[in-house]
Structure formats: structure tokens, C-alpha cells
């Protein structure tokens, strides 16, 4: 399939999930106190004020190729096309915001950032925070292990050290499944891409 097809119609899709999002009309502050917790606040930016600024502020964890990364210093990759691509189509610049991946969710309650674009998988504990696009693809995790280990089931990663990413559906994966497992902490700069949304 062509590259140049799928970054169209992923962009096209989160565009239109964006704008949705973006422009759902404003709740008075005391409808706002009373609503439930599976119910959404409403977002702290609007596109008219995307428009406005000139620029769409994106927040990324520039750790995950081919989706976000950096090159020569600047953040690159899939995610990242996409972001450009929907700028673009609004009229506006395109500013990346490069955090750790556990900080996505709060900066854009914050309006830090008006949307995040970093492989994040949907989960029912985010959906309660944050307004989600249309997914634009799907994929799943795996465990890497070093060649020899005798790794073939759940139960053979019981009390290994095992390495995941803060913030991520694997390690909610790890703290529920494994229970008391070692946590190793990633350094920056280095990658261990396992192949699954986070």
C-alpha cells in the first residue's frame, strides 16, 4: 500500500476526530461541577484558538520509532507526519513538545498541549481523562527475551526483572499479571521498541 495514501487517510481520519473534539460546545462551570467521573471535562483548547495562537502545539515521547523519534535533533516519524498533516489542513504551524510518555495525558488536561500523538493505546482510565481519535492502527505487545531463556508462558516471568515503560498498558499489564515483579528503569536515549501501542 502506498505510504503517501496511508499518512492521507490516518490524517484525515484524526482531522476529523480532532476538529469533533476540538469543537464540542463549552458546559457552564456548574454543569462541569456535578458531573460524574466517567464523564469528560471539556477540553481547555478549541480550534479557534489553535487558529488564533498559529500554531497546533503537539505533545509526543519522542522514544517509539518509526512513530516519534529524534533525528539529527529533531523529532521525526509517523505520528509526527500525521501531526503536520493536520496543521496543515487547519492553516496553522506546528509546534512538537517532546515528554516523557507518562506526562502526555496531563499535559493536555493542562492545555499544555492542544493533542497528543505518541502510539497511545485506549484504555477505560484514559477515555475518562482525554477525548481519543479514531484509532488509526492497531497492533500488540511482546515480550523480547534474551536468546536461551526459557520463556514460554505468563508464569515463566514471574520474579524476573522486566522492562516496560512508565505510563504504558504494559506496565498496568505487568503490575496486574505479575503482581510484585523487579522494575528496571529506561535511561534516556535508550530504545527498547517491542512492537505495541503504549
Known amino acids: 500500500m502506498d505510504y503517501k495514501f496511508v499518512v492521507g487517510l490516518l490524517v484525515g481520519v484524526a ?13 457552564p462551570a ?15 483548547t478549541s480550534v479557534d484558538a489553535i487558529k488564533k495562537r498559529g500554531k497546533l502545539v503537539v505533545g509526543t515521547s519522542a522514544d517509539w520509532p518509526p ?11 509517523i505520528d509526527i507526519d500525521i501531526a503536520g498533516k493536520i496543521a496543515e489542513r ?23 498541549v492542544d493533542i497528543v500523538i505518541a502510539d497511545m493505546s485506549i484504555t ?20 523480547i527475551a ?3 531463556l526459557q520463556i514460554k508462558s505468563v508464569e515463566d516471568l514471574k520474579g ?12 498496568d499489564w505487568a503490575e496486574k499479571t505479575l503482581g510484585n515483579y523487579s522494575k528496571c528503569e529506561i535511561r534516556q536515549g535508550v530504545s527498547l521498541h517491542g512492537g505495541g501501542s503504549a
Open 15 to 27: 482531522i476529523g476526530a480532532l476538529l469533533m473534539a476540538l469543537s464540542a460546545p463549552q458546559q
Open 30 to 44: 456548574a454543569t462541569q461541577q456535578h458531573q460524574t467521573t466517567t464523564t469528560l471535562q471539556t477540553c481547555p
Open 67 to 77: 512513530y516519534e523519534y529524534v533525528d539529527n535533533g529533531k523529532v521525526v516519524g
Open 90 to 112: 487547519l492553516g496553522v504551524g506546528l509546534g512538537v513538545r517532546d515528554m516523557k510518555f507518562s506526562a502526555l495525558i496531563e499535559a493536555v488536561k493542562r492545555g499544555d
Open 124 to 143: 477505560p482510565n484514559r477515555e475518562k481523562q482525554v477525548l481519543f481519535s479514531i484509532p488509526y492502527q492497531a497492533d500488540s505487545s511482546v515480550v
Open 146 to 148: 534474551r536468546r536461551g
Open 160 to 171: 524476573r526483572a522486566i522492562g516496560v515503560q512508565v505510563g504504558t498498558v504494559q506496565e
